[in-house]
């Protein structure tokens, strides 16, 4: 819900403030950057998680690891996998280390603070 319960100090030397006023307060929180991607594209084999990445119409098992999951994206470390990454969310079951795919349609994007990539369904 990115809402957190806060106590804090807020100096008043000019008497402005008064109880029961209502402000916004902005919080940067400095952290590593993460992907979100969408559950679907989360795979399991016995080494771990991993997702299916599209690259020159080659299929690519690239290995992730799951930092959070939410109901609507998986957030993920991963040296193999960038913002710009096609990732796979349907049809996995049949797909294969440097099976050639083809494009059906687009749909959808894999989100970063970086930069915004699309997802395909092959």
């Given at each position: 819900?990115?809402?957190?319960?806060?106590?804090?100090?807020?100096?008043?030397?000019?008497?402005?403030?008064?109880?029961?006023?209502?402000?916004?307060?902005?919080?940067?929180?400095?952290?590593?950057?993460?992907?979100?991607i969408?559950?679907?594209?989360?795979?399991w084999?016995?080494?771990?998680?991993?997702?299916?990445?599209?690259?020159?119409?080659?299929?690519?098992?690239?290995?992730?690891?799951?930092?959070?999951?939410?109901?609507?994206?998986v957030?993920?470390?991963?040296?193999?996998?960038?913002?710009?990454?096609?990732?796979?969310?349907?049809?996995?079951?049949?797909?294969?280390?440097?099976?050639?795919?083809?494009e059906?349609?687009?749909?959808?994007?894999?989100?970063?603070?970086?930069?915004?990539?699309?997802?395909k369904?092959?």
């Open positions: 819900s990115r809402t957190l319960l806060v106590q804090g100090r807020v100096p008043n030397e000019d008497d402005q403030l008064r109880a029961g006023m209502a402000f916004s307060v902005s919080l940067t929180f400095v952290g590593e950057a993460l992907l979100a969408p559950p679907l594209a989360v795979q084999s016995s080494d771990g998680p991993f997702v299916w990445t599209v690259r020159e119409g080659k299929t690519h098992q690239v290995t992730v690891e799951i930092a959070q999951r939410n109901s609507d994206s957030l993920v470390l991963s040296e193999g996998l960038t913002a710009a990454d096609v990732v796979v969310t349907e049809g996995v079951q049949t797909l294969r280390e440097g099976g050639d795919v083809r059906v349609n687009r749909s959808g994007s894999v989100q970063s603070d970086a930069a915004p990539a699309e997802k369904t092959l």
